[in-house]
């Protein structure tokens, strides 16, 4: 499995950005899909996850302003983030976790450098 994530850049405060995150292979509805950021001097931390029913879950410190999504008949997991916050500048990864005979393989994307900043 490769991700494969866009959609970072430069933004000012209150901004928004949409990150996607396209995965390769087959069986992408099974799969639990998250977005994790860390920022410099930071432990990487997570934002947001949506698992294969469609449940989601967020960080206190997204929760009204980040919207995770999936489609999954494009393999693609988006991260829709509204009023971005300067404490918001990290690099995002996105993770996928799939369930296997006796656990789970997970597996991360390259990353994307969100910068907010005016």
Excluded: H
Aim: aromatic share 8%; proline share 3%; net charge positive.
């Amino acid at each position: 499995v490769q991700l494969q994530a866009s959609g970072g850049g430069l933004v000012q405060p209150g901004g928004s950005l949409r990150l996607s995150c396209a995965a390769s292979g087959s069986m992408f509805s099974i799969n639990t899909m998250s977005w994790y950021r860390q920022a410099p001097g930071k432990q990487r931390e997570l934002v947001a996850l949506i698992a294969s029913g469609g449940n989601t879950n967020y960080a206190d410190s997204v929760k009204g302003r980040f919207t995770i999504s999936r489609v999954n008949a494009k393999n693609t997991v988006y991260l829709q983030m509204n009023s971005l916050k300067p404490e918001d500048t990290a690099v995002y990864y996105c993770n996928l976790v799939r369930p296997i005979s006796g656990g789970v393989d997970d597996y991360w994307g390259q990353g994307t450098q969100v910068t907010v900043s005016s």
